[in-house]
C-alpha cells in the first residue's frame, strides 16, 4: 500500500466510526414514482424528477435522433470546434425561457457552480461572499479557498437558493433583490429545484423578476428529466464566462444527445401547469396530514417535505424500515446538514397518486409515534 492509500483506507476508517460511510446501489426507474432495487420494487420518495420527464418519450426520442443525426460526441471545447447550431439554438432558447439576455450551457450544475463562482472571485479577489448556512455542497466548491479580504467598499455577492435543497423552503427572493440592491450587491440565485417546478410556466422564482437578479443557474438534471445546466443573465456576464470560466473554456462541448433531450424538455415543461400544481397539491396535503400528527416539517412549503428526526442513526434506521415497506426516501445527514438535524428528505412527484402519498404517510406516523 501507497502512503498516500494509507491516507484513504485512514479517512474511510473515521468515516465509519461516525456512521458516515455511503455506498452506490444499483437502482432502476421502472415505472411512474416507481424503482427497482434489489430485486424490490418501491415507491420513489427520493429522486428529483418531479415532472416524470426522466422516462418522457419525446425527450429520449429527440436525444437519440439529435446523436443519431448529429453524431455520439461534439468533438472539442465549445471555443475551439465544439460550438454547433443547436448549442446555440439551445441557449437562445434558455435566456427566453428565464427572460434574461444571454444564457450558456455547462455540463452539470455542480461544475457549473464550481466553476463559475470560482471565475467571479477571480475577477474581484476581494469579494465578500454572503451565503446561507445550508446552502448547497455544490455552491461552497466554486469558493473553497476563497478568503474574504474586507475592503471598505469592495464588491459583494450574494450567493443562495430559490428553493433550498434539504428544507424544502424558499428564499424570499424579491426581498433579496432589495437587499441586493441596497448594498451593491451581485446576485447569485441557484434555482436548481424551481427551474420546471415553480414560477410562470416553471421558470423558476425568479421568472418574473429577472433582470433584477443578476445570475440565475439551474439545471436540466432534476424537474427537466434530463441533463446538463445552464447559467443565465445579462450578455456582459455570459461574455465574461466565454472569456475567464476555466469551467466552460477547457471542457470538452457538450453532446447532442444532452442537447437533444434539453430541447424537447424546453418543448413540454412550459405547458405542464397541471402537474405542477398535482405536485404542489400533494404537499400541501402530506405537509397536513403530518402537521396533524405532531411530525416536522421544518419549514417546507415545496415539493421537498424534510421529517426531521434528529441523530444519524435514527434517521438511517426510519429510511430502512420505510424500505422494508416499499417506501423509499434517504435519510440525510450531516456534513450534508447540521448535527442534530438528520431527516428524511421526502421528495414528491407529479405522477404519485394520492395513494401512495397516504401510504407514506400512514406508515410515517406507525413509525414516529
Ligand atoms: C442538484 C443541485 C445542483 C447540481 O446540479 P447537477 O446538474 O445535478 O450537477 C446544484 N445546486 C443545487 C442546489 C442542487 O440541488
Known sequence: MTLLSQYLADALDRLERHHQTRSLVATRMSGPARLERQGHDLIDFSSNDYLGLARHPLLAERSAEWAIRH???SGASRLVTGTSP????????IARFKGTEAALLFPTGWQLNAAVLAALLKAAPGT???????????????????????????????????????????????????????HDAFLYLDEAHATG??????????????????????????AMGCFG??????????????????????????????????DAALDLVPGMEAERQRLADHAVYLRARLAEHGIDTGASSTQIIPVIVGEAERAVTLSA?????????????????PQGTSR??????????????????????????
Open 86 to 93: 443547436e448549442h446555440l439554438a439551445i441557449e437562445a432558447r
Open 197 to 222: 417546478v415553480l414560477g410562470p410556466d416553471g421558470a423558476g422564482l425568479s421568472r418574473g423578476i429577472t433582470g433584477k437578479v443578476d445570475l440565475v443557474m439551474g439545471t436540466f438534471s432534476k
Open 71 to 73: 453524431g455520439s460526441g
Open 229 to 262: 445546466a445552464y447559467v443565465a443573465g445579462s450578455r456582459l456576464l455570459i461574455d465574461y464566462l466565454v472569456n475567464a470560466c476555466g469551467g466552460f473554456i477547457f471542457s470538452t462541448a457538450p453532446p447532442p444527445a444532452m442537447l437533444g433531450a434539453i
Open 128 to 182: 465578500l461572499l454572503f451565503t446561507d448556512r445550508l446552502v448547497h455542497g455544490r455552491v461552497h466548491a466554486g469558493a473553497a479557498g476563497h478568503r474574504q479580504i474586507r475592503f471598505r467598499d469592495g464588491p459583494r455577492l450574494i450567493v443562495t437558493e430559490s428553493v433550498f435543497s434539504m428544507d424544502g423552503d424558499r428564499a424570499d427572493v424579491e426581498r433579496l433583490v432589495r437587499i441586493a440592491q441596497a
Open 344 to 369: 428524511l428528505r421526502i421528495v414528491l412527484r407529479a405522477s404519485h397518486t394520492r395513494e401512495d402519498v397516504d401510504q407514506l404517510l400512514h406508515a410515517l406516523v406507525r413509525q414516529l409515534r
Open 321 to 337: 424500515t420505510l424500505a422494508a415497506e416499499g417506501l423509499l426516501a434517504s435519510a440525510i445527514r450531516p456534513p450534508t446538514v
